[in-house]
């Protein structure tokens, strides 16, 4: 027999998606937010979602976490189809999002912001905290040090007692995305992460979603810094008018003609 060619030596199975959306759109009455949308994302790697403003990117997470019911397509989540309805049940499942707009209880310190998302794991109920039963205690305190690891591990862990409203805007974005890490998420889905941020607190943040993607965690992204996008994305799906209009590598999303002209037309003509 003759030997195996290189190419039948070194054939890889073909990976399975995580998370995959299959042709998802919304109406709000005539206006169309997100029309036909369907995108793949791979376990352990970082997914971005760019477009104008408008293009339907918040409308599409809030789809896909239950804020919004579609009008149309399917997500399936570990290869299984699933309708999410609810953002508790879809925490449940495993799919944690941050927001645009910080959503932070700023009168708890940041300990407790990230202790609040341990407990949607819990498994003791009000019984069990009404009487302070042994096992309670114990997963209290797991709780507690779980809450206290990721607050060093998003860097600010000498902020754990401090009040969420008193810290600054940067640490309030990593204490939210430590917060959504404490419901063990197969998949993060953070809303414009760097809005705000000065050019320092969005190195840090590079440097920390790039670590999170070395240790194994799958990101979706929406974000408008599209230097940022660029610079640590897999995989890039640009909308507009709620339209997949390219998606791919970020070297083929920014040579694309299309992607030039509906995002960054104005600044690429000048």
Known sequence: MNPASPA???SQPQRTPLFEVRKVSKHFGGLIA???????IYPGTIA??????GAGKTTFFNLM?????????????KGDVFSPKAPEEVAKMGIARTFQNIRLFSSMTALEN?????????????LGAIFKTRSHRQEEHSIREKSRALLDYVGIARYADEL???LSYGDQRRLEIARALATQPDLLALDEPAAGMNATEKLRLKELLLQMRTDGKTILLIEHDV????????????LDYGKVIEEGSPKKVQQSPAVIEAYLGGLHHA
């Open 8 to 10: 039948q030596k070194t």
């Open 34 to 40: 997100v029309h036909n949308m369907s995108l793949s």
């Open 48 to 53: 971005g979602l760019i477009g104008p403003n």
């Open 65 to 77: 976490s239950g804020l919004y019911t579609p009008d149309g397509g399917e997500f399936l989540f």
């Open 114 to 126: 990230i202790m609040v998302g341990c407990h949607c794991r819990y498994r003791h109920g009000v």
């Open 164 to 166: 969420a409203g008193h």
């Open 227 to 238: 230097k940022l996008v660029m610079g640590i994305c897999d995989h890039v799906t640009v």
